[in-house]
């Protein structure tokens, strides 16, 4: 760059200066047009003055946004497992672990939230609880962790209520993993091939045993041991939320009961023992 050139840098009418960028969107989208922004500030309505009910509010939000991302993830990526593609849902899987990642570290800025903070606004919002989120449940019942007690806070609205019954009922993402492990002619059994869909998945010996002859020759099953560490991956990332979510709980409240009736920190304690791809886990030990 010429001396001439490095003094023009930034200055009105230069290529990179401020004044050359869009400035009159009356007939275009702006960014805060494309983005809704006012729509969605106008969601953040903390119903007390308490400072910190901001922070809680803008935590779930963006919790939201990521699993509205990741369940649109998981529909398309299921899409193509049905067609037997494998190869386009890693890149959506891996996207779902980035969301995922976010998620969790949004417990980390939520901790900053002190106990005496949390009580300022606490019983403002009542029964409301992340319990009830729907997104949440319907990423929950798309990887497997299946129980009908978990559409009751939703029955109020069909609209929610449907589609989740409906994902219940319908095969999960591994149910749909383990046909193609089938189909690769391992010849599952009818149990686990056309089980109760609405019921938790139960590890099988004859699953087991498919997984661990992909493990021992990931040169002749690449794309299923691709699939299956890629599902580990998800798992992984959704266990880490999940301890999070419990310590947060227990930084802020202890071992009160949560706000839409649980037992709290002791319910967070037990879903850290659900497993949602059991044989993908189980034959690490035996290899």
Request: charged content about 25%; glycine content about 6%; overall charge negative.
């Amino acid at each position: 760059m010429t001396d001439q050139a490095q003094k023009n840098v930034g200055r009105p009418g230069a290529p990179d200066s401020a004044d050359q960028a869009y400035s009159d969107f009356t007939r275009s989208l702006s960014y805060g047009d494309y983005l809704q922004l006012e729509l969605l500030r106008s969601a953040h309505q903390p119903v007390t003055e308490a400072h910190d009910e901001h922070l809680f509010i803008a935590i779930h939000h963006v919790s939201e946004v990521w699993l509205d991302l990741i369940v649109r993830e998981l529909q398309a990526a299921m899409l193509l497992l049905e067609g037997g593609i494998t190869d386009g849902p890693l890149k959506m899987l891996s996207r779902v672990v980035r969301a995922e990642e976010q998620m969790t570290n949004a417990w980390d800025v939520l901790k900053t939230m002190t106990p005496t903070d949390y009580l300022e606004f606490r019983s403002a919002f009542g029964q409301a609880s992340g319990f009830q989120s729907e997104r949440y449940r319907m990423m929950e019942f798309m990887l497997g962790n299946r129980n009908a007690v978990m559409l009751r806070p939703h029955a109020h609205r069909e609209e929610l209520y449907g589609p989740l019954k409906e994902a219940m009922e319908a095969p999960s993402i591994y149910d749909l993993t383990l046909r193609l492990l089938s189909q690769a002619g391992f010849g599952l059994p009818a149990e686990v091939l056309e089980r109760d869909y609405s019921q938790p998945y139960r590890s099988h010996p004859a699953v087991k045993a498919a997984w661990m002859e992909v493990y021992r020759n990931t040169d002749r099953y690449w794309e299923l041991y691709e699939l299956a560490e890629k599902l580990l991956d998800v798992e992984d990332q959704f266990r880490r939320w999940r301890f999070n979510h419990l310590t947060t709980v227990e930084r802020v409240i202890g071992f009160k009961r949560g706000s839409g009736g649980t037992s709290g920190a002791g319910y967070l304690k037990k879903a850290l023992d659900v497993v949602l791809f059991p044989e993908l886990w189980e034959v690490r030990t035996e290899l």
